[in-house]
């Protein structure tokens, strides 16, 4: 306990170099930390938007391009499968249950989705968890929507405000349907997946507002259809972007897999989530690697740094060590205090680390959630983080030793010479 308060006692005296070291410790853990809980929230998001679906459909790419433009609304189909195909295959009879999925609307930066109410029956995320409605119910009328939790959130929407859709996926677009306005029917409870960001309508409904529209231009005034016109028109679907399929036995999921690969009618694709989402972690592994292995240069930055703040500051302390010496402090002692003392840093900046990296997370999660779609839960250091913490500390001991040991070493004579 004597050498501990010595050693903090020594800290104070040299509090402006110990508060550098401290800080340059604590920035380099809160990268270190933000990177890992950016990583673990991504892996995290990822592996739980879509459960309990066996097969993905859509136009012939590739599995990753389809796995991200279908479930997580990231980038856009190179093409769309008939209406005839989703029938086909959808009503093949070893098809479970099937969700039809049409993209390319969006409304004020977030994707618009058309689908059935299959999707609020059989749409399971998280480990099987269903969707649930938080305000309203799913739709009734042609021109109902359901939103997402962040949608309703972020544009302060609530159960019976108009929306306008707009053509495309841009954040701002110059086409939108203002002739055939939706009313909100209902608010999904928060689900931490795509889903939040998402603004869902009814396939009839995405029909309708694209009668009167031609290679991306609405037809002129005197030849529009109106909203109520719409209603009696129709709508069947022409095509749709993508669907998912649940089979009624797993044994039959790679059968229909290389079916539908091989289907003559047209060229489509059929991947399994689960493949898809390792081949997508695969792909962007190393750069996942790159961002832990360059936060962790910049703790050996930090912890190098303070090697080199106690290294200077032993010949400032030769004296110090010497009078410990001739009071009695045993050579043991001395290195005990050393490695106290660089213990003490890492200990203090791997606690405003911490700190400060929970502080950035409150900051930023709306950010993240609004513009990447990831979800940072806010919640008690894991196993892995308390394993960094504690390596980085052991580190800093270890570090701490080097100066620890020529503080030893030196002799009670030469701490009391007078250098000229």
Do not use: C
Request: charged letters at 15%.
């Amino acid at each position: 306990m004597a050498l501990i308060t010595l050693a903090l006692r020594s800290l104070w005296n040299r509090r402006t170099t110990a508060a550098l070291t401290v800080a340059a410790i604590a920035i380099s853990v809160t990268l270190l930390l933000s990177v890992e809980n950016l990583r673990a929230a991504a892996r995290d998001g990822f592996a739980k938007t879509l459960s309990g679906a066996d097969l993905i459909v859509g136009a012939r790419s590739g599995p990753i391009n389809l796995l991200l433009y279908s479930v997580f609304r990231i980038g856009d189909a190179t093409a769309n499968v008939t209406w005839e195909s989703y029938q086909k295959i959808a009503g093949h009879p070893d098809v479970d249950w099937s969700i039809p999925i049409s993209l390319g609307d969006s409304h004020r930066g977030f994707r618009v989705m058309g689908t059935s109410l299959d999707y609020f029956a059989h749409y399971r995320f998280a480990q099987d968890q269903s969707l649930q409605f938080a305000q309203g119910r799913p739709w009734s009328d042609l021109y109902d929507a359901v939103l997402g939790a962040d949608v309703a959130d972020q544009l302060h929407y609530r159960v019976g405000d108009p929306i306008v859709l707009a053509h495309g996926v841009g954040s701002v677009s110059f086409a939108q349907h203002k002739d055939k306005p939706f009313k909100v029917a209902g608010i999904l409870r928060r689900t931490g997946t795509p889903v939040d960001r998402t603004v869902h309508v009814s396939l009839q409904a995405i029909t309708a507002i694209h009668l009167d529209w031609q290679s991306g231009m609405q037809a002129l005034p005197g030849a529009r259809i109106s909203a109520e016109e719409a209603r009696h028109r129709d709508l069947t679907p022409d095509s749709v972007t993508a669907f998912i399929l649940g089979m009624k036995s797993k044994v039959m999921v790679f059968v229909m897999q290389r079916a539908i690969n091989e289907y003559r009618e047209e060229p489509l694709l059929a991947i399994i989530p689960g493949v898809a989402l390792q081949q997508l972690w695969s792909l962007v592994g190393v750069a996942d690697q790159a961002l832990m292995l360059i936060a962790a240069f910049v703790v050996l930055a930090g912890l190098l740094g303070m090697l080199t703040a106690i290294l200077t500051s032993l010949n400032e302390r030769r004296r110090e060590m010497a009078i410990l010496r001739s009071v009695g402090a045993p050579p043991r002692d001395i290195f005990l205090l050393l490695v106290l003392e660089a213990g003490v840093l890492a200990l203090l900046g791997v606690s405003f680390g911490t700190a400060l990296s929970y502080l950035l997370l409150a900051i930023s999660q709306p950010v993240l959630i609004g513009r990447f779609g990831i979800f940072v839960r806010i919640s008690m250091l894991r196993s892995t983080d308390l394993i960094i913490l504690g390596a980085i500390v052991a580190a800093a001991l270890g570090i701490g030793a080097i100066p620890a040991w020529r503080a030893y070493r030196n002799s009670l004579a030469d701490g009391l010479t007078i250098r000229v």
